[in-house]
């Protein structure tokens, strides 16, 4: 028997925990607005350049298959360490480029460093969240919700640190912070986060409710003290004050974790001391191999790399996203230039961008929860959700284009809540859909079409309609603008063909995602998980057994403990080979 030291910090809950902490800081691109004005400043850059250099941290934040594919064959703590050095590589790159203390890079080469220190969070959330999606097959929806809920309060928490750590007075020192934090936190844990065995536990939905409340308060925290903040003018020692207050509440789930894996650790040392081995029915499915590339399984079943890039439901979903994520995403990538243009003052930059992260947090988490409780017990199938969340966006588009009194703080509300949504009923549906055998890979390419939309919709759309209007209002004061000069634009007429362009593109991608509900509302409305519900049957019938001193048949595998375990996919895949000999 292990010692409870080593049942907590091996546990499966202190994993989870972990994961929390790696993703609360993996959200660096989305604060984007707070630092990119530094940037244009420093640098002398215009608009478009700028925004050429935000669509290249989306290339990285977001095209992530290279690291799915490495995890296909690596543990999880190799694609961690990559990321963190990654990230440490590309932020130091920018910061020291800012700060002058190296020769002034030219335009690729920025693109480059952002796009290494962004393309970390792929990293992180390949290792992190992809893990523990496998580790708890059945609760996606819920782990997907409160993963990238950490992943959407990261912006704010981060601003909380920065704050207290530099006094909030220099926006290169974010730069900085953005570079090694990250970096510490998955260094930290690169031996925690790993694929376990499956273990089933009756009150597993309860103890994941228990860290929503949890992160509930901490997001309400958050929120209160931004508010207070924008209202009053802090001091170094009130910053540090309410980082503090931000670092226990997100260590209260501690309390969680320790409590459950106590329980587990009792209930271990009861059972071995009853009997010295016992033998467990495990259970595997066999599903039929299908090489050929346009003729794809059923939903819900193991579909090949192939046949999931193939089929039309993923080039549905990737149509949907590259106008949903992409026009969300472009708002929140210029809130500082448009709340500039519209006249706010430049300290709400900062309220935006941490409205923009709390929501982000809340869509998230109300995304994985409520659409999994309402698939389970109303067959609401993910995709119809997802259909509305861009249909919301749409009103935060539109109070950006008119420039409406006081709107942005709305927008930021809207668009935070719409972008953070989206994202886990994307992978919760890739996962139902295509199944978790290739999950990390398929996971990543969900994630490629962000880019995509943020190119056409940012780069070519907004900042060359903004930059133009740029242009004519300094013909109109008969002025020309002086090499190395930032491009800037005052007034409604900014942003407002842009942004309608871009509610009319998220109107037609609520169209789309439309298709895909009519396409999947049979597979919806069947019971989606039932084979991961017969494995628990047989678990729990077999843990009966093992509580009465009774000795169940004698198979494959056989575990010392009195907890069910079931096979990873690894094990699975080798009996199916073994099978087909």
């Known amino acids: 028997m292990r010692s409870l030291t080593g049942q907590i910090l091996t546990g499966r809950w202190f994993m989870v925990f972990a994961s929390f902490l790696i993703m609360s800081a993996a959200g660096a ?55 963190a050095v990654m990230n440490f590589g590309g932020y130091l790159m920018i910061w020291l480029s800012v700060k002058g203390s190296i020769s002034r890079p030219q335009v690729w080469q920025m693109c480059l460093y952002i796009c290494l220190g962004a393309n ?100 309400g925290f958050l929120m209160i003290i931004i508010i207070v903040q ?26 969680i974790v320790i409590k459950e894996e106590i329980i587990m650790w009792k209930k271990k040392r009861s059972q071995a001391s009853s009997s010295s081995l016992f033998f467990f029915f495990c259970f595997s499915f066999t599903v039929e191999n299908k090489t050929n590339v346009f003729r794809a399984p059923d939903r819900g079943e193991d579909y090949t790399i192939l046949q999931a890039l193939f089929s039309l439901d993923m080039f549905i979903l990737f149509a949907a996203t590259i106008f949903g ?79 409406v009194s006081n709107g942005l703080y709305f927008a930021s509300v809207i668009i935070g809540f719409c972008f953070g949504a989206q994202w886990p009923l994307l992978f919760a549906i890739i996962s139902e859909i295509f199944g978790l055998k290739y999950y990390s890979t398929l996971y990543n390419f969900g994630s490629v079409a962000s880019p995509i939309g943020l190119y056409v919709l940012n780069v070519r759309l907004a900042g060359h309609l903004y930059d133009k209007e740029a242009r004519k209002q300094l013909a109109a004061l008969g002025r020309k603008r002086v090499a190395g000069e930032g491009l800037n634009c005052t007034g409604v007429e900014c942003y407002k063909l842009a ?27 069947s019971d989606i998980y039932s084979k991961f519900r017969e494995v628990a049957v047989v678990s729990e019938t077999e843990m009966d057994l093992a509580s009465s001193g009774i000795d169940g048949p004698a198979t494959k595998s056989t575990a010392p403990s009195g907890t069910a375990v079931l096979k990873t996919e690894e094990e699975r895949e080798k009996e199916r080979e073994v099978d087909g000999n």
């Open 499 to 525: 942004f309608l362009i871009i509610t009319a593109g998220t109107l037609f991608g609520c169209v789309i995602s439309f298709i895909l509900v009519l396409r999947t509302r049979k597979f919806y409305q």
């Open 29 to 83: 691109t989305y604060m984007f607005g707070l630092y990119s004005n530094v940037i244009k400043t420093s640098l002398g850059y215009d608009q478009s350049t700028l925004n050429l250099l935000s669509f290249f941290k989306d290339v990285g934040a977001n095209v992530g298959v290279l690291s799915g594919l490495i995890n296909e064959v690596t543990p999880p703590w190799v694609v961690l360490v990559i990321g």
């Open 120 to 219: 970390s969070q792929s990293f992180a959330n390949t290792g992190a969240l992809v893990t523990c999606v496998k580790n708890f097959p059945e609760r996606r929806g819920v782990v997907l919700g409160l993963l990238k809920g950490f992943v959407g309060l990261s912006g704010a928490i981060m601003t909380q640190i920065y704050y207290a750590v530099y006094g909030g007075d220099d926006p290169k020192a974010l730069i900085l912070l953005i570079g090694w934090l990250p970096a510490v936190i998955s260094f930290a844990f690169v031996r925690t986060i790993r694929l376990m065995k499956i273990v089933q536990q009756s009150n597993e939905l309860k103890v994941f409710y228990n860290l929503l409340y949890m992160s509930l308060v901490l997001a």
């Open 230 to 255: 924008n209202l009053f003018q802090f001091n170094r020692a009130e910053y540090v004050v309410s980082a503090a207050v931000v670092l226990i509440l997100l260590s209260l789930p501690l309390v």
């Open 325 to 403: 994520v992409g026009g969300t995403l472009t708002a929140i990538d210029n809130l500082g230039q448009i709340g500039l243009s519209l006249g706010y003052p430049s300290r709400s930059t900062s309220t935006f961008v941490s409205l923009v992260s709390i929501w982000n947090y809340l869509g998230r988490v109300v995304a994985g929860f409520v659409s999994e409780f309402l698939l389970r017990k109303y067959k609401f199938p993910r995709p119809l959700m997802l259909t509305l969340v861009l249909l919301l966006s749409c009103v935060g588009h539109l109070l950006i284009a008119f420039g």
